[in-house]
């Protein structure tokens, strides 16, 4: 019904930027709150940043002022603007949305995209 698609990772140097898309479409009536999360080999999930359907954003303070999160709701799409990459920020990087369904009434469904990986390295 729905599917959410990253794209924008890749390599990059200590230092250096990247930004991350996810694209969400199918049966769409609403997203609400857009996330991002990331997951190191041997470590669990952890949350990097939020943003809500009116633009309200959170992050954890291992991001905060290097990691924009953003979205464009007419294109049903979420950016994380990451800056001043560290080596600590490799991970598999995964967008997550809860959405409300056309035809779906008032519930709202958690997806998650495939995972992008980042690796920052010199």
């Known amino acids: 019904q729905v599917q959410l698609v990253e794209s924008g990772g890749g390599l990059a140097q200590p230092g250096g930027s990247l930004r991350l898309s996810c694209a969400a479409s199918g049966s769409i009536f609403r997203i609400n709150s857009m996330g991002w999360y990331r997951q190191a080999p041997g470590k669990q999930r952890e949350l990097v940043a939020t943003i809500t359907s009116d633009g309200r954003t959170t992050y954890p303070d291992s991001v905060k002022g290097r990691f924009t999160i953003s979205r464009d709701n007419a294109n049903n799409t979420g950016y994380l603007q990451m800056n001043n990459l560290q080596s600590e920020d490799t991970a598999v990087y995964y967008c997550?949305?809860?959405?409300?369904?056309?035809?779906?009434?008032?519930?709202?469904?958690?997806?998650w995209g495939q995972g992008t990986q980042v690796t920052v390295s010199s």
């Open positions: 997550n949305a809860y959405i409300n369904l056309i035809g779906g009434g008032r519930r709202t469904y958690a997806y």
